[in-house]
């Protein structure tokens, strides 16, 4: 699988990609890259087969303290929320490939724990 994320630095953008095929790596990753208190989507997904735009994968959405999210890039893909979060007062932006993108509340019904293991999971 192929992990990536990027982070606006006004001047330039800070592009990182790397390559991943244990859950047990994917885990740290996703950890330090929450750490890091900078929201930002990280992609992951597989080896694209065609000239597709994005191939399937899911992407996540990390970095702020209490919120998150899960987007499935599949033909019928979606968020993944949880009822027992409640949303966010507002909409929060992360870095989407070095472009800040606001994500509605709804779609920020999850924990970072849980998007983490939902990521993983998906490996």
Same mark, same amino acid.
């Given at each position: 699988m192929k992990v990536t994320w990027?982070?606006?630095?006004?001047?330039h953008r800070d592009t990182h990609q790397v390559d991943i095929t244990d859950p /047990?790596?994917? !885990?740290r990753l996703l950890r330090q890259i929450h750490e890091r208190d900078e929201p930002v989507v990280v992609t992951i997904y597989?080896?694209?087969a065609d000239d597709t735009d994005l191939p399937p994968g899911v992407q996540v959405g990390l970095g702020h303290a209490t919120h998150a999210f899960v987007v499935h890039i599949?033909?019928?893909?979606?968020?993944? /929320?949880?009822? !027992?979060?409640p949303a966010p007062a507002t909409a929060i932006s992360f870095d989407l490939g070095g472009?800040?993108?606001?994500?509605?509340?709804?779609?920020?019904?999850?924990?970072?724990?849980?998007?983490?293991?939902?990521?993983?999971?998906?490996?």
């Open positions: 990027a982070y606006d630095r006004g001047d /047990t790596a994917l !885990d597989d080896e694209p599949t033909d019928d893909g979606g968020y993944d /929320t949880d009822p !027992d979060v472009v800040p993108t606001e994500y509605p509340a709804d779609h920020l019904r999850l924990r970072p724990e849980t998007a983490i293991q939902k990521a993983v999971d998906s490996l």
